[in-house]
C-alpha cells in the first residue's frame, strides 16, 4: 500500500464509543437488585444480553436461553422486549456526546462515533496543554509515524476519558471507547479491553489489528452476505482477502466495493463520521386484553401519553402530529386489523418546558384529540374490541434556541469575530428538521400570543427561550463572552439602566452582563441615536441592541 495514502488520512480522529452491557446497565438502573446477581436479557427465546458476571459463567450474547440455563441455573432473566427505556436512554448519551462535536454518527443503540479533529486543533493551541495518552495502546510504539497524528491521538485518548466520565457522572453508565484515525480501527480497537475501559491505535498498528480479527465476517462492514460470496471464492483470512488479485474480486463485486473491501482488509477506511438526525418518530404500543368500553380505552391512552410526554421531553423537539394506532378484534372472523389516524397538536403545549408539558391540562387536551381520533377508528355505539393501543408523535419542530435566535439575527453586516462561536455550535447542522422553526410554526394555536407582529414574535420567543435557557445546565449555554461584541470592556460596578429603545420588562429579564453589554453600547452609540421620547431611531447594522429595540 502506497505509504503517502496513510500520510494524508492520518489527520482524522475519531473516537468510538461502546456501552457495556447495554440493556443489562439500563436494566440493573430499574432494579438495583440485579446489580450483584448474575442476569440475562431476554428477547423470545434468545439472551440478547448478560451482565458482567453473567459472561463470567461463559454466557454470550445471542445464546439460546436454554443453553444459557444450562450454562448458569442461577441466572436470574429479565425480559428485554420493551425497547423503550433503552432507545431513550440511547439518546440522552448520544445528547451529551453532541457536546463535543457537530459531527456524531449514532450505531444502533449503544455505540456512537464522534469526530474530534477540530477540538484536538482547539486543544493543540493551548500551549499549556500537557499531551499524554491515557487508558491502553493497541500496538507497538517504537515505530510511531511522524505526521503529528501521534499526538493527536493521545489528545484524542484525553477526550475520550472525558466523555466516558461525562456519560457516568451524568447518566451513571459504564462505557468503553476506541481512538483511531478511522471510524474502522476505532470501532475495532474499542473491543480489545472491556469492560470500561479505552484503547487507542496508532496508525502504524492498522494491519497488526486487522490481522488480530481472524476472520473476514469480524470485519466490521462486512455483513453475512458479502462473507458468504467471499467464501465462494476461497476467501476467509484477512490475509486471504489482502492477497487477492482485485481483478478476481470484480468478478463478484462492482469495482466501487471490491476497493473498499479489500481497503477494510488493510485498515483503511475513507467513510467520514456522518452526523445522525433524530428518530422520524416517537411512540409507544401496548396489547392489551380485550377492551370494549370506551372509559377503558382513554384510561389507557392516559397511560400510554404520559409514558410518551417522557420520552418526548427527553428527545427536546416540539411534536406537531400524534398518530393513534388501534388494532381491532373481529369476535366473529376471529381476525385482527390495525388501523391508525393521526391529527395536528398545537405546538404550544410543548413550548414551555416541563411543568407546561406535563400538567394534566394539557394532558388533557391531547386526549380530547386522541378519543377523537378513536371514534373515526372505532363505530363506539357498536360493540367493539381492542386488543393494542399505540401512540407516537411523528413530525417534530426544534425548540427555538437563544443561540440561533441571536445568532440569526446577528448573521448580517457581521462584524465581531466572537458571535462566530454561536453560529459554529450549529453550523454543520443542515437537516430540516433542526432549522429554527419560522413564526409561521405557531400559528395553530389560539393563544393570543400566537399572532404578534414579526418583531414582536422575536421578543416573545427570546423571553420565552431566555427563561428556558436559564433553567437548563448545559456546556452549550451562550458564554456571555461570546455577547461581548465590542472590544470595550464594561465595568462591574458601573449604573447601568435600561435604553429608552428597549422594552424595560425584557431588559430586567436579561442576564446581568447582556444587560452591561446593551447599556455600554446604548451609550456608544447615542449619539448617533435620534430620539423621539422613548423612542429611538436604530443605528445601522445588525447590532446587539438593535436587537431588543422597541419596532
Ligand atoms: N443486542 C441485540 N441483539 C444483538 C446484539 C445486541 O438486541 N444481536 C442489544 C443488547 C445489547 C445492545 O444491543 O445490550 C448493545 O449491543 P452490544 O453488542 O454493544 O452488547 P452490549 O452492550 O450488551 O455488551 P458489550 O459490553 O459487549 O458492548
Ligand atoms: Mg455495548
Ligand atoms: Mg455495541
Request: charged share 25%; proline share 4%.
Amino acid at each position: 500500500m502506497n505509504p503517502d495514502y496513510y500520510k494524508d488520512e492520518h489527520y482524522r480522529t475519531i473516537i468510538h464509543v461502546d456501552l457495556d452491557c447495554f440493556y443489562a446497565q439500563v436494566e440493573v438502573m430499574k432494579n438495583p437488585e440485579l446489580k450483584n446477581v448474575p442476569f440475562g436479557v431476554q428477547q423470545k427465546n434468545i439472551v440478547v444480553t448478560s451482565n458482567y458476571l453473567a459472561r463470567e459463567f461463559g454466557i454470550r450474547k445471542c445464546m439460546l436461553l436454554s443453553d444459557a440455563k444450562q450454562m448458569c441455573p442461577n441466572l436470574v432473566l429479565v425480559n428485554g422486549e420493551d425497547l423503550n427505556d433503552y432507545r431513550s436512554m440511547s439518546y440522552k448519551v448520544t445528547s451529551l456526546l453532541q457536546k463535543y462535536s457537530n459531527s456524531v454518527e449514532r450505531l444502533g443503540l449503544d455505540e456512537n462515533f464522534i469526530d474530534v479533529a477540530n477540538l484536538v486543533d482547539e486543544k493543540l493551541q493551548d500551549n499549556t496543554f500537557q499531551v499524554h495518552s491515557v487508558g491502553n495502546i493497541f500496538g507497538n510504539i517504537e515505530t510511531l509515524c511522524q505526521c503529528g497524528c501521534e499526538v493527536r491521538l493521545k489528545v484524542a485518548s484525553l477526550i475520550a476519558e472525558e466523555m466516558r466520565k461525562l456519560i457516568y457522572e451524568e447518566l451513571g453508565l459504564t462505557s468503553c471507547a476506541g481512538i483511531a484515525h478511522n471510524k474502522l480501527l476505532a470501532k475495532i480497537v474499542c473491543s480489545k479491553h472491556k469492560p470500561n475501559q479505552q484503547t487507542v491505535i496508532f496508525p502504524n498498528s492498522a494491519l497488526e489489528l486487522m490481522l488480530s480479527l481472524n476472520s473476514v465476517e469480524n470485519i466490521p462492514g462486512i455483513g453475512k452476505a458479502t462473507s458468504e460470496a467471499l467464501r465462494t471464492i476461497n476467501i476467509r483470512t484477512i490475509q486471504d482477502l489482502q492477497n487477492i488479485a482485485i481483478s478476481e474480486l470484480n468478478k463478484l463485486f462492482d469495482s466501487e466495493k471490491a476497493k473498499f473491501l479489500q481497503n477494510l482488509s488493510y485498515g483503511i477506511d475513507k467513510s467520514l463520521v456522518k452526523r445522525s438526525g433524530k428518530p422520524l418518530s416517537i411512540g409507544l404500543e401496548d396489547s392489551c386484553k380485550l377492551i370494549s368500553a370506551e372509559k377503558e380505552v382513554k384510561e389507557k391512552l392516559t397511560e400510554l401519553l404520559k409514558r410518551l410526554l417522557i420520552l418526548v421531553e427527553a428527545d427536546g423537539r416540539i411534536p406537531k402530529t400524534i398518530k393513534l394506532t388501534v388494532r381491532k378484534f373481529d369476535k366473529l372472523t376471529k381476525t385482527s386489523r390495525r388501523e391508525t389516524r393521526q391529527s395536528n397538536i398545537n405546538p404550544h403545549l410543548f413550548t414551555s418546558g416541563k411543568v407546561a408539558l406535563m400538567n394534566s391540562g394539557n394532558v388533557d387536551k391531547i386526549l380530547i384529540t386522541l378519543m377523537g381520533l378513536f371514534r373515526k377508528i372505532v363505530q363506539v355505539r357498536r360493540p367493539f374490541h381492542i386488543t393494542l393501543l399505540g401512540l407516537s408523535f411523528n413530525k417534530f419542530n426544534e425548540r427555538p434556541d437563544i443561540r440561533r435566535s441571536l445568532a440569526l439575527f446577528l448573521r448580517k453586516d457581521l462584524e465581531v469575530q466572537s458571535i462566530t462561536s454561536i453560529e459554529n455550535l450549529n453550523s454543520n447542522d443542515s437537516s430540516p428538521e433542526s432549522a429554527a422553526p419560522s413564526p409561521s410554526s405557531y400559528r395553530e394555536s389560539s393563544d393570543q400570543e400566537c399572532e404578534p407582529t414579526p418583531k414582536r414574535t422575536k421578543l416573545n420567543m427570546f423571553k420565552r427561550n431566555l427563561m428556558e435557557y436559564d433553567k437548563c445546565e448545559s456546556p452549550c449555554k451562550l458564554r456571555v463572552q461570546d455577547l461581548q461584541l465590542n472590544s470595550e470592556k464594561h465595568d462591574n460596578n458601573q449604573n447601568i439602566s435600561c435604553p429608552p429603545s428597549v422594552d424595560e420588562s425584557v431588559f430586567k429579564e436579561l442576564p446581568l452582563d447582556v444587560q452591561h453589554e446593551l447599556w455600554s453600547e446604548y451609550k456608544r452609540t447615542r449619539n448617533e441615536l435620534v430620539n423621539f421620547g422613548n423612542r429611538a431611531k436604530r443605528v445601522k447594522g445588525n447590532t446587539l441592541l438593535n436587537y431588543f429595540v422597541k419596532k
